[in-house]
């Protein structure tokens, strides 16, 4: 039987408070969106998939990004069916295709570090594999399909990995001669922002502004006086631009993600996995750094950690 584990009385009472704050948040922030930056967090699942939903910029960040050249995409739903009640349902970010060659692209935004997203993006890509072969089919002639994550977090690699490298590319090879592939119709790329040590007028590439773009967009006061080709992106941030709808959808994605799933979700799936006072502290640490990452005030990270001020310096 599977053991039921309950929450620290302390911390569930935080959680409620954050629940019945939130709404007063959002309000306050309709209210007076002056208070926002002028431009979105793009690691915010709203802007993200508004941003990335703009035909042109998606071009751009696949063929700025990926090893391929993308002449026109069409988007594709953002859920895959199912073909039976046991199978686990495939929902993406982003998802399109390449209207003349077929290939499909996942692009995915993650901001903390699940134990199983390597799976989960082996899952996606797969699934999308899998459907391209049809009952009768012949032949399997298949069309490859490109996996891009954006990890707000540093993944785990092997020690030889330069600590600046923060783009990484994986596909099927033979294991003692890397040259020699075995597939290349399913692969992935992760982009990890904490890994860029830079700041914009040092960047040199287009990969390097995406990478920087992802995790500081709402940190720039104007768009640079030089954008680097990346108009497009600044005007479509803008928080002052969202009408009523967008600027609700927004904010109200962006006090959740930043308050309640960073740390009430976190906090159960790392703390109290194994329900150990270890696990618990670890978990919290970690929340603490990537609300740091995130450029959250030191104060809600009190509010939502419990730790002191000198605590959260010190990490």
């Known amino acids: 039987m599977k053991q039921h584990l309950t929450l620290d009385p302390v911390i569930e009472k935080q959680l409620q408070s954050y629940e019945t704050e939130l709404s007063s ?11 926002l930056p002028k431009f979105m967090d793009f690691r915010v699942d709203y802007a993200f998939k508004y941003i990335l939903g703009h035909k042109p910029v998606l071009l751009k960040l696949l063929n700025d990004v990926l090893p391929v050249e993308v002449a026109d995409i069409e988007y594709l739903p953002n859920e895959i069916p199912v073909v039976s009640p046991k199978e686990k349902r495939a929902a993406f970010d982003v998802i399109c295709k390449e209207r003349h060659s077929g290939e499909r692209f996942i692009t995915e935004m993650q901001c903390l570090p699940d134990t199983d997203m390597d799976d989960r993006l082996l899952f996606y890509g797969s699934s999308l594999i899998h ?3 049809e009952r009768g089919s012949k032949t399997y002639m298949l069309k490859p399909v490109y996996v891009l994550c954006v990890a707000d977090y540093e993944r785990s690699h092997a020690a030889s990995v330069d600590a600046g490298q923060f783009f990484f590319h994986y596909s099927l090879r033979e294991a003692t001669h890397p040259d020699d592939g075995f597939s290349r119709n399913l692969q992935f ?37 030089d954008p680097a080709g990346f108009d497009d992106v600044f005007d479509l941030a803008r928080t002052g631009e969202l009408d009523g709808e967008g600027l609700k959808q927004y904010v109200s994605t962006m006090l959740n993600e930043y308050e309640k799933y960073t740390y009430g979700e976190y906090a159960r799936r790392e703390g109290y996995k194994e329900g150990e006072a270890a696990g618990i502290e670890k978990g919290k640490e970690e929340l603490v750094k990537q609300l740091l990452r995130m450029k959250v005030p030191i104060e809600t990270i009190q509010q939502a950690s419990g730790f002191t001020k000198e605590q959260i310096e010190a990490l």
């Open 131 to 133: 459907r391209q072969v």
């Open 189 to 225: 790329f992760f982009l990890e922002l904490p890994r860029l040590g830079k700041i914009w007028d040092s960047l040199e590439t287009n990969l390097e502004r995406w990478c920087y773009l992802f995790g500081n967009l709402n940190n720039f006061a104007q768009k640079p006086t």
């Open 25 to 35: 948040k959002i309000q306050d922030y309709l209210d007076h969106p002056e208070k």
